[in-house]
């Protein structure tokens, strides 16, 4: 199985500024999916970028992904307090995938 | 269309009895797959299931852990014996087929005094 490990753990941002949180992973991969968790409950599945893709956009969301250098990174632009959670990665390269321990994200009003 | 559901939402146990988390997943959806998220911690993969066959058991962490799925539906993880280390969240995901998006239901919170 693979796991993602995002990196920094914890970020704290004022509302308005954007948020960086940056995933590696070791093996080559078919897809890599982004998800918020809020509160410890339920993933929330953000967005899907596939290995022959470089950079994706949903919303005030921008997902990219660097097959060469194992990494993707996950942007969200004008931050809102209701963005603060935890954001997961999760490169898929098989039937099953273990998330790594997420990006911990306050936005701060 | 409904999404992933899990019963119940919070369990509060004693310590040496035994817990049923149940998963309805997205009707059509042939992989389900279960995890577990202790405080603060990131998700653990527990058992994947593609069909009624678990061709992943890898992740449970003894064998008081098991699980099965009938009907290509409704799945039950079932802990023998709790321990005050199984208390943590339960969660469900799943997907069209293995290689699609996951959906993760709320989750069961698990207490094991």
């Known amino acids: 199985s693979q796991q993602g490990e995002e990196d920094p753990q914890a970020l704290s941002i004022q509302e308005g500024e954007n948020a960086t949180m940056n995933c590696s992973y070791k093996?080559?991969?078919?897809?890599l999916q982004w998800y918020r968790q809020n509160s410890g409950r339920g993933l929330v599945h953000l967005i899907l970028i596939r290995s022959n893709e470089r950079e994706k956009h949903s919303g005030r969301l921008r997902v990219t992904l660097d097959t060469s250098k194992k990494s993707s990174s996950l942007l969200i632009t004008a931050s809102r307090a209701a963005d603060t959670a935890s954001y997961f990665c999760a490169p898929r390269s098989g039937q099953n995938f273990v998330f790594g321990p997420g990006t911990r994200l306050s936005v701060l009003p | 269309g409904a999404g992933v559901s899990q019963s119940p939402s919070n369990k509060v146990t004693e310590k040496g009895k035994d817990v049923e988390l149940r998963c309805d997943p997205i009707s059509g959806h042939t992989a389900l797959y279960w995890y577990r998220q202790s405080l603060g911690q990131g998700l653990e993969f527990l058992i994947y299931?593609?069909?009624?066959?678990?061709?992943?058991k890898s992740g449970l962490p003894s064998d008081r852990f098991s699980a099965e799925r009938t009907g290509g539906s409704v799945s039950t993880l079932t802990i023998q014996r709790t321990q005050q280390e199984d208390s943590a969240v339960y969660l469900c995901?799943?997907?069209?087929?293995?290689?699609?998006?996951?959906?993760f239901g709320p989750g069961t919170r698990l207490t094991v005094l």
């Open positions: 299931f593609q069909g009624n066959s678990a061709p992943d």
């Open positions: 093996t080559s991969i078919n897809n």
């Open positions: 995901a799943s997907s069209y087929d293995p290689q699609r998006t996951q959906y």
